[in-house]
């Protein structure tokens, strides 16, 4: 089982006078005289929040706050440990957008010996300027079209409002084609806009956005995980994605026809990259 090997955390709540053991078991110690231990089997769901983690069982939910973890690094291990633990314990998982993978979705598997590793945090603008050139991507197959039917618009509107004649056919026909392109400018600077905030909102709301990041790619599969919770030995076969993209910084992979992860290109030494490219274009259609 992938991430077997991680210790359970413990968390103490200041609030309650409750302490929580995340682990093989979902522990609760109260004032009572034996603590209340469940198997995740006996979990119905566990949600996710920007401040807090509940676990709710048939008869009660405990609320378990972010602020009552001794470090980051145990957060990430809790959720580790819980994302691992829904595989098996089959409860509703709900959680916030996540700029990784779940770690339900890693196997446990040697990388081997042709595998590259690196290390990185992901760099906002880096991840910022990927989606925008994902956008150029779509939108430029289409900007020249809008652009047309702009000035087309605007030429036809002149027409019908003051009539073409010789003597202004010569004006007409400049103002269309400016009023074409300007639209076609405030488009797109829209789209980059929205496009930018789609990243950042993403990274606002996991946490991870700001930890270092642990990259392995190999023939076998990829990672993308937290390194204080990433011990080398966990993958996630290529079968699970579809296609990728790759820009002069990242490689981008997609899963069901949206963003799965980012792979910056500086996490590994510049004369890794290409063998890199190797792999990942072996393994998947490259868009």
Known sequence: MAFCDLNPVKVNSESTGITYIIGE??????????????????????????RS??????????????????????????????????RSGGFV???????????????????????????CVIDENDAAATFVMLMNFRLMKVMWLIAVMIMLVIFLGLHLIFGVTRS??????????????????????????????????VAGCDPASEEEI????????FAA???????????????SLDYFIESDKMF????????????????FDKKCV???ADIISLRLEQR
């Open 252 to 267: 981008v992979f997609y899963k069901d026809g949206t963003t799965a992860v980012f792979v910056p290109k500086k996490a």
């Open 214 to 221: 642990s990259f392995v790619i190999s023939p076998a599969g």
């Open 53 to 86: 983690i509940t676990v709710s069982t048939k008869n009660y939910d405990y609320v378990i706050l972010k602020k009552d973890f001794a470090a980051t690094e145990e957060y990430f291990r809790a959720i580790a440990l819980i994302e691992c633990a829904q």
């Open 25 to 50: 078991v979902f522990a609760v110690y109260s004032n009572a005289p034996y603590p209340l231990i469940y198997s995740w089997d006996q979990v119905t769901s566990v949600t996710e929040e920007r």
């Open 274 to 276: 290409g063998g890199i």
């Open 168 to 201: 202004n056919i010569l004006y007409f026909i400049p103002i269309s084609i400016i009023s074409g392109a300007i639209v076609s400018l405030l488009v797109y600077i829209i789209c980059y806009a929205a496009a930018r905030r789609k990243y950042t909102s």
């Open 93 to 119: 998982y709900e959680h916030q957008s996540r700029i990784l993978p779940l770690k339900s979705e890693f196997i446990e598997t040697d990388p081997g010996k042709d595998a590259y590793t690196g290390r």
């Open 225 to 239: 995980c937290e390194s204080c919770v990433y011990d080398g030995q966990e993958l996630i076969p290529w079968g």
